[in-house]
Structure formats: structure tokens, C-alpha cells
């Protein structure tokens, strides 16, 4: 087993450790995808799913740098500055993604606090009005520094996808040109399109749709990797 078949599983590992925890923290059986609902489906997960989401993914998602620098060995860049560049964006994008993750265990902590204020302490006088409207506010405070991370991390996708494609479809990679069309960003649309087509299965896989995307495209990444690895021996 070389080192292209090593980095591929640890990167598969991270989408599947990663996307435990994140389902732990997103999952709702009336999962609605967007800002709209976010606050409610927090109402839904245990405060001990909240607790091991947190740590399920901050345990999983290190070695998601791992699964990047598969990727730039598979195209056979990790000797050149595209790689480099490449593994840097994505690596960027993954870190404001933990951030990001690991905040809604926070969010769903203080909603649920929220949601079991008894009505009487709900009135409570503040400097700033009234208990209620303070933590109302600091929820939304938290959404609204947690949403620009997530710009961050689409363009990270999207940027890092249009230069996978574009090497793959020239050839001299580990990959068949045909896999150019399947990207990390077409994985993921793929998860969300079961919104329309699967939405059964989409309550289950959409709270997690990035790890999802990411697992899948790892598995079959890592398969490319171990017929190198055969073939060299």
C-alpha cells in the first residue's frame, strides 16, 4: 500500500468521523435546508448529541488534510506550485469549515437553553430590555459570524473543483480523464439534489451533505490510488 492509498483512506475516514458528528449536530426528522429553519432543527438533537457531534467531528476533521494532499499527489502536483496552491485552498476552506461546524454546537446549546427558559424568567429585566431579547440576540449574533464561513468554504469548493477538473481532463494524472466531470462540487450537488428527487433519504444525508459528498468522492479516489498501487508493483 503506498502513500496515495494511505493519505485517500484517511481522507475517507475524515468525511465518515466528520460526518457522524455532523449529523449528530443537524440531524432533525423535519430537516428543512436553509437559514429559515436553522434555529429549529437545533430544538431536535439531545444536549449529549451536541456534546459528541462537537467532538466526532473536531477528532475527524484533521485528517481531512491528509485526504487534500491525496487529491494533489493523484494529480501528480505535489512537486509543483498548482499543487501547492491548491492544497492551500482547500486546506483554508477546511479550516473555516471546522470553525464553522463545531459552532453549531454552541448555537444548539444556547437554543435549547433558550427553549427551556420557564415563561415567568423570560420577562426578566436587562441593561438591554429583557433576558429573552438578550439570548434572542446573541443567537442570532452567533448565526450571523458563523454565515460568511460558509462563502468561504463554497468558493474554497468551487475554486478547488474548476482546477480538479481541469487537470484530470488534461490526462497525465492518476485518475481517468472521465473522473474530470466528478468533482468534489458535483458530489455535493448530487447529495442535494435528493432534496427533489429522494427526500426520504435526503433528511439523512443533507445535514451532513459535504462529508457525505466527500466520502464518496474519497472511496472512489482511493480505489484509483490502490490500482496505482498494484500496477507499480
Known sequence: MNWLTITGVLGFLAALLTGAGEFLLLYSPEFNHGPANDFANFLQPSANDLHRGFYLSAIGAPFYIAGYWHIVGMLKLQRHWHGWLLFAVAVFGFMCGVVWLVSNAYQGLLVQTINGI????????????????????????????????????????????????????????????????????????????TLVFLPRLAVVIVPAALNVAHAG????????????????Q
Open 118 to 193: 420557564p415563561e415567568a424568567a423570560k420577562s426578566i429585566s436587562t441593561a438591554k430590555g429583557s433576558l429573552l431579547t438578550d439570548l434572542k440576540q446573541l443567537q442570532t449574533t452567533f448565526y450571523d459570524l458563523s454565515a460568511p464561513l460558509l462563502t468561504v468554504i463554497r468558493f474554497a469548493i468551487i475554486a478547488s473543483s474548476v482546477i480538479f477538473t481541469v487537470y484530470v481532463l488534461r490526462g497525465r494524472t492518476h485518475y481517468p480523464r472521465w473522473f474530470g466531470l466528478f468533482p468534489p462540487l458535483v458530489w455535493i450537488l448530487a447529495v442535494f439534489s
Open 217 to 232: 468522492f474519497f472511496l472512489v479516489s482511493t480505489l484509483f490510488a490502490w490500482r496505482v498501487s498494484v500496477a507499480s
